[in-house]
């Protein structure tokens, strides 16, 4: 062991046998100028450091100066990774000091360009890419000791980025990207977190003759090779780590759904884009619902993009409507889901069998007003059904038309629409055309965040209808809980605590969210909440009463603490 964190009286304290240059290029150690004299001394630090000895608001003062100078998000996203990379303290500290700005630069949208240009900005080993030519050595590579500390995984294949599809290697931008909201946003200490990247090959031309790519140069690894390659995987985690969080993370979505069903009852595994997209957009969904003076089974819900998280949004809004006292046949017939072709209907071509749960009979659509009944539109779907809840999923831009719109605004007072996709360039619509189109009364949530919309003399804030709100607080409660699997009651229970902290609660005109800036308060609620819900389902050995303090002990503060050579 070189880092020893030990407690003393009043104090925390780091024993540390590096010194020297090694230690200021350990970005988990380094603390800069903030090295107190007598740490210079004690670790061989003079004359390798500049004579002031500073603290670490007045580093961030200085990154914040610097950040601001850069013209583009890309610029101010690469210079965070690099501090990422050279001292992870600060990094952290300067998220916590202006949330509501650093979100959209280190995670969405600007993060789906980070994928992108991966390539270019690599400079430091962070994370781990396990290549499908290393296959024999991934449990070698996992054995080492400087991942004795794991208790969270977020794993991508990179092949559904975003909205922006397969990126290969720089796919590793996104685990990267969900661990740092791990430790800012949930508070999970960095040393517990471990981003993976399977690297299975590209199927994107365009990254296969970059000379600059940094992944593997082959077509995607697909079927049973594909899937003996993520056994691999699993396997030798669950022998590594026997009570590890797997996060999966943008697998496209034949893999997604297919790969959770197979490992969920096997460890403690979610998948976010299924799973958190489906509990924020209920806590949303909730929250508009109440401001808008109605009740949930009341509402129509049209689903367009009906690929994994769509679906599981429907699934998830299936069992809250069935909590309202609508039987599961009834709660279905109020979900309306959309894909490629249009509305999911018998005889409608393109239907894949995951989707056939959500397919409505033919008698349904009897009687409809329709161009062509093989592929019935968005529009078409919204003057029929009524639709009251408009949620988008399919990762196209402009998809919510102003007549769908317009149509909407005359089946509810305050039509509750949610374009969902990012990165910002794909999202179904934008706030400034919903309330435009409905005469300023649309409820929104986004996936990706926008300024606040000038309209009818007002400013109208817009609400980021993000998985952040959701799973941060939600792998708090199971590391902290030590949950040995994540159950669908688990993620209810997410959804419902953030929905309990809407603003809305208090003010039916108020955001339908909290201010992303409380994160680290709304995640410990929402931590205590799944800790409680996993152990009343016999998830957890942990017992209630010490569920705060579990879930205090498991969240790491960003600031600096003394160092102790150790010989």
Excluded at 83 to 96: G, V
Excluded at 486 to 507: C, F, H, N, Q, Y
Excluded at 532 to 547: C, N, P, T
């Amino acid at each position: 062991m070189t880092v020893q964190m030990i407690e003393q009286e009043t104090e925390a304290v780091i024993r540390t046998r590096l010194y020297g240059f090694t230690l200021l290029n350990h970005p988990r150690l380094n603390k800069g100028t903030a090295f107190t004299e007598e740490e210079r001394d004690a670790f061989d630090l003079h004359g390798l450091l500049p004579p002031h000895v500073g603290t670490l608001e007045e580093q961030i003062a200085r990154r914040h100066r610097i950040f601001d100078q850069f013209e583009t998000p890309f610029e101010k996203y690469s210079f965070m990774r690099d501090l990422q990379d050279i001292n992870e303290t600060l990094f952290y500290a300067l998220i916590l000091s202006d949330i509501r700005r650093m979100m959209p630069i280190v995670y969405t949208p600007t993060v789906g360009e980070g994928c992108q240009r991966f390539s270019e900005i690599w400079r430091r080993p962070r994370g781990l890419f396990l290549s499908y030519p290393n296959k024999s050595r991934i449990e070698k590579i996992l054995a080492h000791q400087r991942y004795d500390d794991v208790k969270a995984i977020v794993v991508s294949d990179g092949e559904r980025i975003l909205g922006l599809g397969d990126q290969g290697a720089g796919g590793m931008g996104i685990p990267i990207g969900k661990m740092a909201l791990y430790t800012a946003l949930g508070g999970i200490h960095h040393a517990n977190c471990l981003p993976v990247l399977l690297d299975v090959g590209t199927d994107n031309d365009e990254r296969l003759a970059d000379p600059i790519y940094m992944g593997w140069r082959h077509k995607r690894v697909r079927g049973q090779e594909y899937d003996d390659f993520i056994e691999t995987f699993v396997s030798a985690v669950e022998r590594r780590w026997p009570h590890v969080l797997l996060q999966w993370e943008d697998f496209a979505g034949s893999n997604a759904a297919r790969l959770l069903k197979k490992y969920r009852d096997r460890l403690c595994t979610f998948n976010d884009d299924i799973q958190g997209t489906s509990a924020v957009v209920l806590a949303t969904l909730l929250a508009a619902v109440k401001a808008s003076g109605t009740k949930l089974v009341e509402q129509r819900v049209g689903v367009l993009g009906f690929g994994s998280a769509g679906i599981g949004i429907a699934n998830l809004l299936v069992k809250a409507l069935q909590d309202e006292g609508l039987t599961e046949q009834q709660a279905r017939g109020r979900i309306y889901a959309m894909g490629r072709p249009g509305l999911l209907v018998e005889g409608a071509e393109g239907i894949h069998p995951e989707q056939m749960e959500f397919v409505r009979p033919r008698k349904d659509v009897e009687g409809w007003k329709v161009a062509d009944e093989k592929k019935i539109g968005l529009e078409e779907v919204v003057r029929n059904a009524k639709i009251t809840v408009l949620i988008g999923v399919a990762a196209r831009a402009g998809m919510f038309t102003e007549d769908a719109v317009r149509a909407m605004a005359k089946n509810a007072e305050r039509p509750i629409v949610f374009p969902l996709s990012n990165p910002t360039s794909r999202s179904e619509a934008t706030p400034e055309d919903l309330l435009k189109w409905t005469d300023g009364k649309a409820l929104i949530g986004t996936g990706s965040p926008f300024e606040p919309v000038r309209f009818g003399g007002r400013e109208i804030c817009i609400d980021q209808t993000n998985n952040s709100y959701v799973f941060p607080g939600l792998a708090l409660g199971i590391v902290a809980s030590r949950a040995r699997r994540v159950s669908d009651a688990m993620i209810m229970t997410a959804g419902r605590a953030l929905a309990g902290l809407s603003p809305v609660e208090k003010d039916r005109n108020a955001n339908l969210l909290p201010p992303i800036a409380e994160s680290r308060r709304l995640s410990r609620v929402i931590a205590a909440a799944v800790a409680r819900q996993a152990i009343a389902e016999g998830l957890s050995e942990l017992k209630d009463s010490e569920v705060e303090d579990a879930v205090t002990e498991n969240v790491w503060e960003p600031k600096y603490v003394r160092y102790e050579r150790e010989e």
